[in-house]
């Protein structure tokens, strides 16, 4: 399905699937408990047309497909919800290691925004993520061009935002590529880029949650975040200025 402008784009990156793994069923059901009266029980066909699941559990615990798990949304064309999962053969850092990548939408409305952070948190956990976000659909695509070259070269951001490096650039899979409006960090993580620091994070830590593992989910302004406002602009901007790590970079 072609992505919408009026939702929030989840994404989390975690080591590939190995045997067999329970992440996929525990992320779908994960996800159903955060957002309530969501069931992710349908799939879609070529033509995308809905196909219900009613051995939805089953499948998800032995069809391992592309590495991952297959598309999942709830029959609702009103509030649509969607979630999958694959192995990205790419690295997420120099080492060249595979990774799973987990993407979910959520519509952007107040029920979605309210319960955006434990859906993010839900999906991070139970995928034993890295790192992760969840940001609207226009946010995120500014952000996206942080990383991606132009025909004359590097990239040049807009709005202002830093140069991001791509993924082979970066030293380690814990360091996030990006920031988002909710941004999940593993333990692993929020330790590689120095979160959190008392004297320097009172204010995010006012928007920060821990999870069960002993991760974050930091959220940077209250409402979602809309980078043609000026105090969200700038939200964005003083948190990557704060984690240098982020991105690449801090290193040389």
Not at 131 to 139: S, V
Not at 143 to 168: M, N, V
Not at 207 to 235: C, I, K
């Amino acid at each position: 399905m072609v992505p919408v402008r009026n939702e929030i784009a989840i994404s989390v990156y975690a080591p590939t699937l190995v045997g067999d793994e329970k992440r996929p069923l525990a992320i779908a059901q994960g996800m159903e408990r955060a957002l309530p009266d969501l069931r992710l029980a349908w799939t879609t066909s070529e033509k995308e047309d809905l196909i219900p699941l009613p051995n939805r559990d089953q499948g998800l615990a032995t069809d391992k497909t592309n590495g991952g798990f297959f598309f999942l949304c709830n029959n609702d064309d009103d509030r649509l919800v969607t979630l999958s999962g694959s192995e990205n053969p790419l690295g997420l850092a120099a080492d060249g290691v595979p990774h799973f990548e987990v993407h979910a939408s959520l519509p952007l409305d107040t029920a979605s925004i309210a319960a955006a952070a434990e859906v993010l948190a839900a999906i991070g956990e139970f995928a034993l993520a890295f790192w992760g976000h969840a940001t609207p659909f226009d946010a995120g695509v500014a952000i996206a061009e942080q990383t991606s070259p132009t025909l004359e070269g590097p990239p040049r951001p807009p709005r202002g935002l830093p140069a991001l490096k791509l993924p082979e650039k970066i030293r380690s899979p814990e360091i996030p590529h990006r920031l988002g409006w909710l941004n999940y960090w593993s333990t692993a993580a929020a330790k590689t880029i120095g979160f959190p620091d008392p004297a320097r994070d009172a204010e995010l830590l006012s928007r920060a949650r821990r999870t069960e593992s002993g991760g974050w989910v930091v959220q940077l302004t209250d409402a979602p975040l809309d980078l043609d406002n000026p105090a969200h602009l700038d939200a964005l901007k003083r948190a990557y200025e704060r984690f240098p790590e982020i991105g690449g970079r801090g290193s040389p």
